[in-house]
């Protein structure tokens, strides 16, 4: 299944509470696009958030965080790690 990196830009002061809790609200209902979100990373200074997925689609992905009420600015597929 494709991974995707997507990234959140407007979160600034986002605490570790905070983040763990949208990154659970996610999980709770992935599996209605079936989405696997795997992890989330934050700046707080900056407000960029990164999580990591697999997912069909970027969509799909969107669709989850627009749904949680935090949604992506972007999302990128990953094709190429090392």
Same mark, same amino acid.
């Given at each position: /299944?494709?991974? #995707? /990196?997507?990234? *959140?830009?407007? /979160? ?6 905070? !983040?763990?809790?949208? *990154? ?7 599996g209605d696009e079936g989405v696997d979100f795997q992890h ?7 407000? *960029?958030? #990164?999580? !990591? &997925?697999?997912?069909? &689609?970027?969509?799909?992905v969107r669709r989850i965080h627009e749904r949680t009420g *935090? ?12």
């Amino acid at each position: /299944m494709p991974q #995707f /990196m997507d990234v *959140h830009t407007h /979160m600034v002061g986002v605490t570790a509470e905070e !983040l763990a809790a949208a *990154h659970q609200a996610d999980v709770e209902i992935q599996g209605d696009e079936g989405v696997d979100f795997q992890h989330a990373w934050a700046d707080p200074r900056t407000g *960029h958030v #990164f999580c !990591l &997925s697999e997912a069909p &689609s970027a969509d799909a992905v969107r669709r989850i965080h627009e749904r949680t009420g *935090h949604p992506a600015d972007e999302v990128h597929e990953i094709t190429v790690t090392a």
